[in-house]
């Protein structure tokens, strides 16, 4: 496994969000984590990526390197694109030529030209940005990433592409990934399976296996499984006015 969440708990001014939280992910595999606001989503991907200690449990990560999407680009504005992607590489202390060769890759997988790495953030569409950040995340080649709601901010279509470039991504480079989002189509598109948190801290957690590989489902067959999971009970709390579809 390359993370392990054990009997997890965390609690935010004596009220906990967080009790004997369970996560496992394996080589490859995107999980996805849903869940109604407040229900701990973002709390479970800070705790797995060591951004913030568990009051309770253990984390095992089993993996060299990761990376982080936020739901905000957080770019840095003094940085051409370029620079922003380069980053991480620069910190690593990889050589001139080799982050150039990386970031040009990059750019060409997340669908930005070379005359946008020249921009700085401020001159960027704000999906040109999360393009960025995306292609910032996968230049350090991370064995694990983490996505904290990163499409939330971007229209449909370009929603749409962003999640293809994920999915092919990850399906090209192995790399395991949890990727907290509201949105069960989201979900069920980019991931192999699914964890529903619930409301309440004591409250049941629903695990999901989704048939087949991300990138190869039919769209019918995502519509299908969204309706049919819509109309479930266990994802009442998903759909309870509090919280949209897409």
Known sequence: MRLVLERVGHAFLGRAVLEDFDLSLAAGEVVALLGPSGCGKTTVLQIAAGLLDPLRGRVQRHYRRHAVVFQEP?????????????????????????????VAQRAQDVGLSLHDLDKYPAELSGGMRQRVAVARALAVRPDMVYFDEPFTAVDVGLKRILQDLVIEAAAREQFSALFVTHDLWEAVRVAHRLLLLPRRADGPVVARAIAGEPGRRRERDIFALVEAWSADPAFRELFDGRESVH
């Open 74 to 102: 957080r770019l840095l504005p003094w940085f051409t694109a370029h620079d922003n992607i380069a980053y991480g590489l620069r910190a690593a202390g990889v050589a001139r030529a080799e982050r150039a060769a990386i």
